[in-house]
Nanobody, 123 residues
Framework: QARFVESGGGLVQPGGSLRLSCAVSGVTLDFYGMGWFRQAPGKAREGVACISVRDIGTDYADSVKGRFTISRDNAKNVVYLQMNNLKSEDTAVYYC????????????????WGQGTQVTVSS
């Protein structure tokens, strides 16, 4: 069973940057596409970035395209999300998960979630 531990969130000013990490256990990353999702207060969870199996491709939600970059280290079983030029609307709890096809709108393969990491963008 896949398990996820997200970290790296925090409070940042608009225009700032954060790098999120997701330590994955229970599955071998080499065989799975991975995605980052987020949930803002009062809103549904949404996919923001994905990376396909064997790193063939990536996709991003329009709202983060050009600002966020997903990557992973299969040897360490870790997935990253580099977030630049952060905006107040990026404020949310961020989660990683095994994803179905790397296409937006992104869907998780399993309804299995970690505790998430809080990102707050505010001056």
């Amino acid at each position: 069973q896949a398990r996820f531990v997200e970290s790296g969130g925090g409070l940042v000013q608009p225009g700032g940057s954060l790098r999120l990490s997701c330590a994955v256990s229970g599955v071998t990353l080499d065989f799975y596409g991975m995605g980052w999702f987020r949930q803002a207060p009062g809103k549904a969870r949404e996919g923001v970035a994905c990376i396909s199996v064997r790193d063939i491709g990536t996709d991003y939600a329009d709202s983060v395209k050009g600002r966020f970059t997903i990557s992973r280290d299969n040897a360490k079983n870790v997935v990253y999300l580099q977030m630049n030029n952060l905006k107040s609307e990026d404020t949310a709890v961020y989660y990683c998960a095994v994803s179905l096809a790397c296409l937006m709108p992104l869907e998780p393969m399993y309804d299995t979630w970690g505790q998430g990491t809080q990102v707050t963008v505010s001056s």
